[in-house]
């Protein structure tokens, strides 16, 4: 049989017509978890920071100055659980009647598509975002397997895993089923992005998970290159800065993508400082360092984001940063502010 779906979406798009998020046309929808408030602490900068900021990213500058700066309390919502019938899985895309959404970038504009034979049922974990970003996946994605597993198969589009993934992976005990074009009978899908206190626990859960069995190595703080992997933000000087914090304060060096993730958990479950440019590449110490560690980022002018703050503010660990010069492309961090604000940290 043949679905016109894709076709009803462009044409309804052409109209004007807005269609409902995926999740409102849930035959059920359940809460999982309350919400609830939560105080956002202030960064540790020094002044002058902020002023240097000319563009952000996963939102607009005001928003991330106002998360660096802290001290308000946020509202977190309530974590959500949706069941759907009859619902798509074609070219990275779910579609159910009058409603789809994107998990991933379409190869194809095809204006209908041949129903799948296969025919599934499951919860799915995943998000675009995390299936764009390695440290969106470890840090969200992965924290909304256990209720996959609670309240259904889990599944996922994503490929067999490689490299640091597949070692995650088997760490936290994920067993997904791995699905390409199929229809489900029956999806379960989960609002999980409010940062309340279930979400938090289920964080330190996976922290357990992943430090378990590993040799810790204390120490005043790790520095996670980032190099030219992954979305361009080149720090220009950035081994400069590495040999002077691992000379001047002790810090371990590591280049997560020459280094297993065993040895990147080593390093980071004992630091009491996580920094290095930012990226997906400190997720492996965010999610490892201690609760009472503090994530050191350096960020270039163009591109400033809070991502990563959410996350210690979630957790209660701290956060400070330094924004370069430059841009993009190629920027240079002071190791004169670098040192000032790491003062700032231990005080």
């Known amino acids: 049989m043949i679905s016109f779906r894709p076709a009803m979406h462009l044409l309804k798009k052409a109209c004007g017509w807005q269609e409902p998020e995926l999740e409102a046309t849930a035959s059920e929808r359940w809460v999982i ?51 759907l019938k009859h619902v798509d899985f074609v070219d990275g895309v779910l579609y159910a009647p009058g409603a789809f959404k994107h998990l991933r970038r379409r190869r194809h504009k095809y204006p209908a598509y041949v129903i799948p034979a296969e025919r599934v049922s499951g919860a799915l974990y995943e998000s675009w975002i995390g299936n764009t970003w390695f440290g969106t996946w470890l840090c969200e994605d992965c924290l909304t397997y256990p ?21 995650y992976e088997v ?47 204390t120490s005043p703080g790790v520095f996670l290159l980032r190099g030219n992997s992954g979305m361009r933000r080149l720090l220009l000087n950035e081994r400069e800065i590495a040999d002077k914090v691992a000379a001047i304060i002790g810090f371990r060096v590591l280049d997560p993508m020459k280094s297993t993730v065993d040895e990147i958990i080593a390093a980071c479950a004992g630091a009491r400082v996580v920094m290095g440019v930012e990226g997906s590449q400190l997720v492996h ?55 000032r604000t790491f003062n700032l940290v231990l005080d």
């Open 285 to 339: 110490g965010l999610m490892a360092m201690p609760p009472d560690a503090t994530l050191f980022v350096i960020q270039p002018p163009d591109r400033t984001v809070s991502a990563l703050k959410v996350i210690t503010d979630r957790q209660g660990q701290g956060f400070s940063f330094v924004v370069g010069t430059g841009s993009q492309d190629g920027f240079s961090a002071s190791w004169d502010e670098i040192e």
């Open 147 to 167: 209720l996959a597993e609670q309240y259904g198969a889990p599944v996922t589009t994503a490929p067999p895993p490689q490299g640091h993934v597949a070692t």
């Open 33 to 83: 978890a309350p919400g609830d408030k939560r105080y956002i602490q202030p960064a540790k900068f020094l002044p002058g920071q902020l002023e240097r900021i000319r563009a952000a990213e996963f939102g607009s500058v005001e928003e991330v100055v106002r998360d660096l700066r802290g001290d308000f309390e946020a509202t977190q919502g309530p974590t959500l659980g949706f069941r």
């Open 171 to 217: 760490k936290l005990g994920h067993r997904p089923r791995r699905i390409e074009r199929s229809h489900f009978d029956e999806l379960i899908l989960f609002s999980d992005g409010a940062h309340n206190a279930h979400r938090k626990a289920r964080a330190d859960q996976l922290r357990t998970r992943i430090v378990a069995g590993v040799p810790v190595q």
